[in-house]
T-cell receptor, first 114, second 114 residues
Framework: DGGITQSPKYLFRKEGQNVTLSCEQN?????MYWYRQDPGQGLRLIYY???????QKGDIAEGYSVSREKKESFPLTVTSAQKNPTAFYLC?????????????FGQGTRLTVV | AQSVTQLDSHVSVSEGTPVLLRCNYS??????LFWYVQHPNKGLQLLLK??????LVKGINGFEAEFKKSETSFHLTKPSAHMSDAAEYFC????????????FGAGTQVVVTP
């Protein structure tokens, strides 16, 4: 089945540590996104990538980094510079931009700083 | 700039009664609009979308939405709520740029009582 796989589902991090969240898709989509979700704030865009080896900062990129070495993969690193990393993180990919445009989401990773 | 505003942060309905979730949008262009549903600790699932075709859009699970340009609204309705409809709902607009970004509303939490 085609879809987006995020791992792990739950992640605990000590303060000062970097952690990497995995996102893999087999939908053959060019565009991929990372969002952060906090209660009552909807989804906020962290980074997005239109094609391999290219990505752009979203609205809240500080303290995060990404790479896009393969079309299928778009990992997100939460660095120690992110002051409040505890949140639910969602990865998405997108079809084309015409009438068929749609974003597909993974099941999310819940990151907790302990 | 495109944006969406969800007018209710929480909606409580009785099982079997109609559901109305309100969304207003702001866009200089003909927008692409979406409704997504999220169950606890899960990813987002597309309910329906409007991409400049029919203004009354039917989605999954008995939901539908009507695009009203004169009112800049895209309200989501369902004639009869089911217990499984308890979830968070997001109204989303696709930002008209070359990157295909999406702007999310803050979400509406739906509670269904027996």
């Amino acid at each position: 089945d085609g879809g987006i796989t995020q791992s792990p589902k739950y992640l605990f991090r000590k303060e000062g540590q970097n952690v990497t969240l995995s996102c893999e898709q087999n939908l053959n989509h060019d565009a991929m996104y990372w969002y952060r979700q906090d209660p009552g704030q909807g989804l906020r865009l962290i980074y997005y990538s239109q094609i391999v080896n290219d990505f752009q900062k979203g609205d809240i990129a500080e303290g995060y980094s990404v790479s896009r070495e393969k079309k299928e993969s778009f990992p997100l690193t939460v660095t120690s510079a992110q002051k409040n990393p505890t949140a639910f993180y969602l990865c998405a990919s997108r079809t084309g931009l015409g009438a068929t445009v749609e974003a597909f989401f993974g099941q999310g990773t819940r990151l907790t700083v302990v | 700039a495109q944006s969406v505003t969800q007018l209710d942060s929480h909606v409580s309905v009785s099982e079997g009664t109609p559901v109305l979730l309100r969304c207003n949008y702001s866009s200089s262009y003909s927008p692409s609009l979406f409704w997504y549903v999220q169950h606890p600790n899960k990813g987002l699932q597309l309910l329906l979308k409007y991409t400049s075709a029919a203004t009354l859009v039917k989605g999954i699970n008995g939901f539908e939405a009507e695009f009203k340009k004169s009112e800049t609204s895209f309200h989501l309705t369902k004639p009869s709520a089911h217990m499984s409809d308890a979830a968070e709902y997001f109204c989303v607009v696709r930002i008209t740029d070359s990157w295909g970004k999406f702007q999310f509303g803050a979400g509406t939490q739906v509670v269904v009582t027996p």
